[in-house]
């Protein structure tokens, strides 16, 4: 009974009436549809004025897909969906299977649930920065726009932003990106006649020297390296020179017939 009670005071139920596909024919039955919330529950209906009709079945259709279907001949049809406005907002069709088929629209329509593509981005000076934010819900967003903490709306006109938007999704290109200026907060805001809604984005902007960090360590790294290796060997060779003498005459005695000869002939002189 609580249940119910909360239920009843949760239909904040928009009646939408709404015009169907009815053909050729100017006569055509009006259909009543509603959406209740109750106990995070959507319930979706739909009510048509013609009980004469002879109906065989009902379809609720959303994105172009069939997501419930019955056999029942009743004027009245329901679709649960689990969840919030939020987050089912669209267009959801009703059918009343008859001869000709008729056919009604639910709308859950909501504020803009504007999120961002990434809630923080980086780019190094001087190069473009590119911020995005996108609205999936029903209906599209009408204005979009962008402003940043203690800066205001930043516009096209500026030269230095490039904004490009549509129904669900707007794009914010910041030229020649600069450490002062343009590191901060940024805010997209998309409005529909529902609301408001807006995320944030927050930007880093690198020094060039900065990117080249890395490559710098690297440097050094092989250079330090280099140095030690050097450094070794120096001290190595030495104790080295002697042990490279002994260990190359052998072979050299072996193979240079021409030091060979010369040997002999020396050793024979002597
Ligand atoms: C539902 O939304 C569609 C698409 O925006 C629109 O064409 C239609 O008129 C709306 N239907 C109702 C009943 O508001
Ligand atoms: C359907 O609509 C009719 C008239 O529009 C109304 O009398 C009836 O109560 C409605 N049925 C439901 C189940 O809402
Ligand atoms: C900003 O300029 C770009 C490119 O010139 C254009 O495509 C876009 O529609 C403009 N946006 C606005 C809000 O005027
Ligand atoms: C956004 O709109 C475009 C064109 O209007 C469409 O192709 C795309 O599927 C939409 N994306 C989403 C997530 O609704
Ligand atoms: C979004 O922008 C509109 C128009 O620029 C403004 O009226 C509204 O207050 C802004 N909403 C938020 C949440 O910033």
Known sequence: MAAGAAGTRAVLALLVLCSMAAGA??????????????????????????????????????????????K????????????????????????????????????????????????????NEGDTGVLVCKNPSFPAVTTWSWSKTGHGALENASGRYIIKSSGNKTELRILKLDIEQDTGDYYCNGTNSFGTGEATVNLRVRSRLAALWPFLGIVAEVLVLVTIIFIYEKRRKPDEVPDDDDGGSAPLKSNATNHKDKNVRQRNAN
């Not at 209740?36 to 379809?59: D, F, M, R, V």
């Not at 001869?99 to 629209?105: E, S, Y």
């Open 25 to 70: 024919a100017g006569t055509s039955p009006e259909i009543t549809a509603q959406v209740a919330e109750s106990s995070g529950k959507l319930i979706l209906s739909c009510n048509i004025s013609a009980p004469h009709l002879s109906i065989t079945g009902h379809q609720w259709i959303h994105k172009d897909k069939v997501v419930e279907e019955d």
């Open 72 to 123: 029942k001949t009743d004027t009245f049809t329901t679709y649960e969906i689990d969840g919030t406005r939020e987050e089912h907002s669209g267009v959801y069709e009703c059918v009343f299977e008859a001869n000709p088929q008729i056919r009604g629209q639910v709308n859950i329509s909501v504020a803009p649930q504007v999120t961002a593509y990434k809630k923080s981005e980086h780019g």
